[in-house]
């Protein structure tokens, strides 16, 4: 290109507009696909209103419709590439839309259904002696805290610590039978958790032991795989270079993961287990077996049933007493505090990533 | 304090892949050694065994003998950490932590070995290190901030600042002034020029200027071949090597007739 430009020493006013005829080229105005998406609805509320079309009929015409007609006048106007970069565009967004659609509906079914039933009282107290009106979710609030965090607090130093083992000691066939029995514990049903924690809690405490221990052990179960994979990926994550530049101020390796890997590291692992957390605060078939369905509180997870939120809606719904309709309702506001519950912990998960990752800007 | 360094017959292997063979050289105390050779040929992979970061990379291991004041650098006795604390090392390409801050990736050294420093005595290590790299004045206003929110060639100043900080008796650069402008690679140099007085220094390099300039001894390594070993061609005195090398491939590197 210079060369040519060297050896043959073109007339500039000849060479500048050949150039940027190449660099322009026809786009449409910003409003063109903004009105021909209006024109489509428009046309989509008349097929619905006027022709008396099915509502969801009239919505995909008319979305298909508009895609038709982008493309068309896109192609015609700016050309191949551009017409291709349109529809491309429009099936991600219509991609993204179907895959919202779930959420959205689920969401709103959750808060419409639930927000009626929630108030001071359904927050402060139990099922003790209710059979219809008023009772509330304290009992199984407390009892889905209580087993969680016990969980966590089981769960997070050994998956934090099997993930360090597999990512900076591990080679071999030790680490590999690891990786593989932490493979088969992600695909253990939760159900058979639940089988796992009674059988091996009637060793001790005999037949029919309920206890929400038990729950935390076989919530346990569930959650330490996804700890030691999400700890493995975020450790893979830290360059070696980082490893190396520590080793070569004589840093030990020990030193080296706890100050630099970590550290490195932690934003993702914090998030990672927070999302566990939320993975397993929604489980109800090993609950519904180890921790058992009460009416009243307990506030001790080694003695006796517990109830917990996820099983509280299950017993609601099962069986919602005499008039039906408090119970159904009772099981959507505890839906909703769960579902408020899990959205929190993805949120806090956002939030600590957001602070705790390196930062490259000032 | 200086160490000086007595290498022979090393063969340096990446699991069965043999990168250098047969290496024999004396590094002296008190002195700048330059490694010239071409991409590939295996400086980096010397340079890292001579403070037993070679290890570091699954499968790799050497084979030979590194005498380090007369001591064995690889006998079984030897603590790695304990090597790499007194032979530092600036690598080829730059590695600050992203989780601290410029003052403390220059302090990290300490820091990371817990060891304890006052206020005002991790201040002026901070600051007459980052003086020596000729970073202070460009960072001394923001030393607080990240030390990957810097440029390329301040992130190697950086990490050179972090290696002298803790004082190393030998100090490993593998292109140290490879992002360089030639204003701070000037300062690096002049660095060297005065680190020499106390320290040793091996330094890696595709400046045949910067060899040079800085260099008492030279040494060059070369190719057999695509896919064998690298091996060391010669060394000697650095004037003698850029003015009548002995061996052929030297001085047709050296004038630039090939690599
Ligand atoms: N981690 C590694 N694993 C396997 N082989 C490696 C590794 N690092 C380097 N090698 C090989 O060892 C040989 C020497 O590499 P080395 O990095 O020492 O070259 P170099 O002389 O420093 O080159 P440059 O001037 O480009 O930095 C090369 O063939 C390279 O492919
Ligand atoms: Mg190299």
Redesign the pocket.
Known sequence: MSSTLATQPPPGEQATPKFTARLHSPQLPRWVPWALLAGSVAVGLALHFMVGWGRALAIVVAWLGYMGLLVTVSGRVEGRRKAKDRLATWLVTTAFVLALLPLGSLLWQVVSNGLPAINAGFLNSSMRNVVGEGGGIFHALWGTLIVTALAALMSIPIGLATGIYLVEYGNGRMARWITFLVDVMTGIPSIVAGLFAYALFVIFFGEGVRMGFGGAVALSVLMIPLVVRSTEEMLKLVPNELREASYALGVPKWRTIIKVVLPTAIAGIITGITIAIARVIGETAPLLIICGSTDSVNFNPFDGRMMTLPVFIYSQYKNPGVPPEFGIERAWGAALVLTVIVMTLNLVARLISYYFSPKTKA | MAKSIDVSDLNIF??D?C??EDVTIPIAARSVTAFI???????????RSLNRMHEV?PG?RVEGKILIDGADLYDPEVDPVEVRRQIGMVF?RPNPFPTMSIAENVIAGMRLNSRKLKKAEAAEIVEGSLRRANLWTEVKDRLDKPGSSLSGGQQQRLCIARAIAVQPQVLLM??PCSALDPISTTAIEDLIHELKEDYTIVI?T?NMQQAARVSATTAF?NLAGVGRP?QLIEYGPTTKIFTTPENESTEAYISGRFG
């Open positions: 990446y699991g892949f990168a250098v050779g071409p991409s590939g040929c295996g400086k980096s992979t010397f340079l990379i790799a080829q593998d292109e890696v595709h390594f690298g």
